[in-house]
């Protein structure tokens, strides 16, 4: 198998469209308005390379993809129509169900899929939670002084004990690495507290994902369609958009290099693909462009679904090759120059006006330019997509879980793992300090001092004697936890070496900080 049937023609359509499978990493575009097709479209691509023995990720965002767990079995009248339409474009309409593992960022409808916060890193960090330059600023130093201090940060609490920490000792750590202000780390502690309110903790932790569990085949040598259910997921965007686009990197930094195989080692289907770019800033929009140039050369293709191709930025836009796009509406005159700025990206075919085809096709059927040999854009042609082998709409809730239960992932990803890491040894720092002071105020030879209300860090506290206690006598000098920290950067200054952690936001194109 070396070619995917998109779809054909009959009377008034153009030949049969094939997405050839050494272009499959040259990425694509499914476009189209609501109730155009897409979903359909990318059923039917993903069961072609699944059958060529490419893994597929995908989010689900309306709770209508686990269908191709389960074979098609389509009401009489809708099997009707499917036989019609495959008699006519000539194809093989064979009902089956494919490999399919469901993923979950919750672990309710699929296994849970995690990253650690370090593996997240502080850009995309402060992309989901909306932070300015400068609260980014001080998240970078937070990530820093973890890097520098040996406290991995795994989870959202790793971060939140982190952020205390720094607030308690601004004054030290501003003198290393300049201006850390209270007020900005307030508010990057009340956004991760939306954030912990949105659910969105359950994202952060251990065990993280292993991309060789995206990238596996079937013993009959299927490619595995990995199905994440984003329906809650969506109604977050930033969430969505952002664990995406860290996946995306995360596939970028880890695979090696393999030039031009003869077909994708995983095809990446980003739904809902504005989200991504909707008020990012110009160096995310670069970055993104840069990998979406790269990561087709370590034999990944990325396909964006966007219900308009002028969502998505023209450098992006600009590389994807494979195009399947469904009828446009042309209600307003912004609608009729988003048309036919799309139709002019097209090669033209000189049997009919291409801007006219987009506004004109039906439900099922699109406007397709696949690459040819050597790498040629196909000439625009009208086609009827084929119809998909596996259920249209979801499977039953049974059916999914028996499906999630078999996969054999279950021991490995279902249950959480809280291993030490930054929030545990800060607590066990503030124990450590305060107990010399504690065990120095409990003394019989002296009169207990008073001590004003601990500052806090997971349980270990801070203490400060009160102005008007009276002091111990005699007691042995023990440093603070802050004079401790002082200390520790004094030593460091001239010998670190900024072990920064390998975390990653699209490899080394972002500038490890």
Known sequence: MDAIFAGG???????????????????????????????????????????????????????????????GNPAPKLQEA??????????????????????????????????????????????????????????????????????PILDLKDLQALLVFVADHAEQISKRYGLVAGTSVGAIQRQLLVLENQGGAAIFGEPALELADLMRCDAQGAGVINVLAAEKLMLTPQLYATFLLWLLSELFETLP?????????????????????????????????????????????????????ADIPEAILGQLCNRVQHALRAFTPKDQKDLEKAAETYRPNP?????????????????????????????????????????????????????????????????????????????????????PVTAAAAAPAAPAPTYSSARRI???????SSPSAPRAPAAPRTDSLGDAFAKSFARQIGTQTGRAVVRGLLGGLFGRR
Request: aromatic letters at 8%.
């Open 9 to 71: 023609g009959g009377e008034g359509y153009g030949t049969a469209q094939n997405l050839l499978l050494k272009y499959g990493n040259r990425h694509g575009l499914i476009a189209g308005a609501t109730g155009t097709g897409k979903t359909v479209t990318l059923q039917v691509l993903a069961e072609g390379f699944s059958l060529a023995g490419v893994p597929v990720f995908m989010a689900d965002v309306k709770g209508d993809l686990s269908g191709v767990g389960a074979p």
């Open 82 to 151: 499917f036989a019609k339409r495959a008699e006519t474009i000539h194809c093989d309409l064979t009902y089956r169900q494919f490999p399919v593992c469901f993923w979950d960022i919750w672990g309710k409808l699929g296994h849970p899929i995690r990253a650690t916060v370090a593996e997240m890193g502080p850009l995309l960090l402060a992309r989901m939670l909306e932070l300015n330059e400068v609260q980014e600023g001080v998240l970078n130093v937070a990530f820093r002084l973890a890097d520098e201090e040996n406290l």
């Open 257 to 309: 290099e393999v030039g031009d195989p003869d077909k994708p080692k995983l095809v990446f289907f980003f739904d809902e693909a504005h989200l991504l770019f909707k008020d990012a800033p110009k160096a995310l929009i670069s970055k993104v462009e840069q990998v979406a140039r790269l990561i087709r050369s370590k034999g990944v293709g990325v396909y964006f679904i966007s219900q308009n191709p």
């Open 351 to 435: 049997r009919f006006d291409t801007a006219t085809a987009i506004r004109e096709v039906g439900t099922g059927e699109a406007v397709t330019s696949f690459l040819e040999d050597k790498g040629v854009p196909g000439v625009v042609e009208r086609t009827l997509i084929r119809p998909p082998q596996s259920q249209l709409g979801p499977i039953a809730p049974e059916a999914r879980a028996a499906v999630v239960a078999a996969s054999g992932l279950g021991a490995k990803y279902d249950t959480a793992v809280d291993r030490d890491s930054a929030y545990e040894r800060l607590q066990a720092r503030a124990a450590g300090a305060a107990a």
């Open 458 to 464: 997971g349980g270990g506290a801070i203490g400060a």
